[in-house]
T-cell receptor, first 115, second 113 residues
Framework: KAGVTQTPRYLIKTRGQQVTLSCSPI?????VSWYQQTPGQGLQFLFE???????NKGNFPGRFSGRQFSNSRSEMNVSTLELGDSALYLC??????????????FGPGTRLLVL | AQSVTQLGSHVSVSEGALVLLRCNYS??????LFWYVQYPNQGLQLLLK??????LVKGINGFEAEFKKSETSFHLTKPSAHMSDAAEYFC???????????FGGGTRVLVKP
């Protein structure tokens, strides 16, 4: 089975722009979660989607949003980019919800640099 | 609220020596516990997980972890370190109350020849 894929792998944007990141989960997985990884804050949970519905959201401003499509593919969007949004954004897919103890399988990440 | 504390942000071990990475968690309900490894410029790879049942869990690459409820710990060990074990290791917890996967701060392992 193919693993979790994320596109693009690298991205450079300037402050004020917006960005959309894409994640294709493992076939058959219905849950997709997003995380932000930075040296200072570590791995922080952004949101989890299951069957096209947002099931949980982390403590991030409204500039961070996401969605999930009927084929379980997911996108996350960050509007009005700030320098502090520079990070590795990781997507993870699982058969079911994190709260049910399902294993999450991670993609390679998208590294975003905001100038 | 669930939380994870990993003691030691950096650990240095000699090749062939024991690897011990410490993880303590906080959870108001029975937890699900995970260890992941991250190599440079890559995503996270699952080493092992605990859900229910046997408290000693064996994972890939010779790693194992023991769930100790009384100590709220889930320490990761490997009897003999290999150069390829150099990476960053993350402990994580999820539960039905928090409904998300929460990570510790990570421990970077350096293996000396």
């Amino acid at each position: 089975k193919a693993g979790v894929t994320q596109t693009p792998r690298y991205l450079i944007k300037t402050r004020g722009q917006q960005v959309t990141l894409s994640c294709s989960p493992i076939s058959g997985h219905r849950s997709v979660s997003w995380y932000q990884q930075t040296p200072g804050q570590g791995l922080q949970f952004l949101f989890e989607y299951f069957s096209e519905t947002q099931r949980n959201k982390g403590n991030f401003p409204g500039r961070f949003s996401g969605r999930q499509f009927s084929n379980s593919r997911s996108e996350m969007n960050v509007s009005t980019l700030e320098l502090g949004d520079s990070a590795l954004y990781l997507c993870a897919s699982s058969l079911g919800l994190a709260g049910d103890g399902e294993t999450q399988y991670f993609g390679p990440g998208t590294r975003l640099l905001v100038l | 609220a669930q939380s994870v504390t990993q003691l030691g942000s950096h650990v240095s071990v000699s090749e062939g020596a024991l690897v011990l990475l410490r993880c303590n968690y906080s959870s108001s309900v029975p937890p699900y516990l995970f260890w992941y490894v991250q190599y440079p410029n890559q995503g996270l790879q699952l080493l092992l997980k605990y859900t229910t049942g046997a408290t000693l869990v064996k994972g890939i690459n010779g790693f194992e972890a023991e769930f100790k409820k009384s100590e709220t710990s889930f320490h990761l060990t490997k009897p003999s370190a290999h150069m390829s074990d150099a990476a960053e290791y993350f402990c994580a917890v999820s539960d039905a109350a928090g409904n998300k996967l929460t990570f510790g701060g990570g421990t970077r392992v350096l293996v000396k020849p």
